[in-house]
T-cell receptor, first 115, second 114 residues
């Protein structure tokens, strides 16, 4: 986990506030991801980026935006937070191995509560 | 619709026994399937992967099988220990899917009792 860091680790905010979650990695990977995890729903992909100029929407991108500032940094923003965005958020990285295999390395997570 | 399902939310076993976790998928043709371990409040950690043309893979006390006819992967932990208690997630990338766009199951919480 130390290779992928997330800040903050915990955040409580109010409805309507803008929030940014940050992710940094020292693994030298090109690919980065943002997931959210909710009890009973599992991990769901929000956005992913295969390099600095590439941003793709995942399964549940509505209400979120991202910025890939550098190979090592990928930020997730909630422009106007709402209570159902309360969840555990994970950043992950990966490096495409041979034969198209992609294994992901996750950060420690950010617990976000929107009141 | 496409689904990836892990057969049970929780599995309780006695120390020393073999734990077997199941991952079933429908309407996917995965190129490979991965298993991750997740401890409470922490990010998932990759354990093993198996390719669609492989029947079995092993790593120490872990074994993964893949049956593309049954559309099922089994994850075994032999000689289980209390330290193996965690949630285990299966994940796949389907053929034709975007590389790296892993689809995760909801996980099975394994508890190993001393």
């Amino acid at each position: 986990d130390a290779d992928v860091t997330q800040t903050p680790r915990n955040r409580i905010t109010k409805t309507g506030k803008r929030i940014m979650l940050e992710c940094s990695q020292t693994k030298g990977h090109d690919r980065m991801y943002w997931y959210r995890q909710d009890p009973g729903l599992g991990l769901r992909l929000i956005y992913y980026s295969f390099d600095v100029k590439d941003i793709n929407k995942g399964e549940i991108s509505d209400g979120y935006s991202v910025s890939r500032q550098a190979q090592a940094k990928f930020s997730l923003s909630l422009e106007s937070a709402i209570p159902n965005q309360t969840a555990l958020y994970f950043c992950a990285t990966s490096d495409l191995l041979g034969q198209g295999i992609d294994t992901q390395y996750f950060g420690p997570g950010t617990r976000l509560t929107v009141l | 619709s496409q689904k990836i399902e892990q057969n049970s939310e929780a599995l309780n076993i006695q120390e020393g026994k073999t734990a077997t976790l199941t991952c079933n998928y429908t309407n996917y043709s995965p190129a490979y399937l991965q298993w991750y371990r997740q401890d409470p409040g922490r990010g998932p950690v990759f354990l093993l992967l198996i390719r669609e043309n492989e029947k079995e893979r092993r790593k120490e006390r872990l074994k993964v099988t893949f049956d593309t006819t049954l559309k099922q992967s089994l994850f075994h932990i032999t000689a289980s220990q209390p330290a193996d208690s965690a949630t285990y997630l299966c994940a796949l990338v389907p053929y034709g899917g975007s590389q790296g766009n892993l689809i995760f199951g909801k996980g099975t919480k394994l508890s190993v009792k001393p």
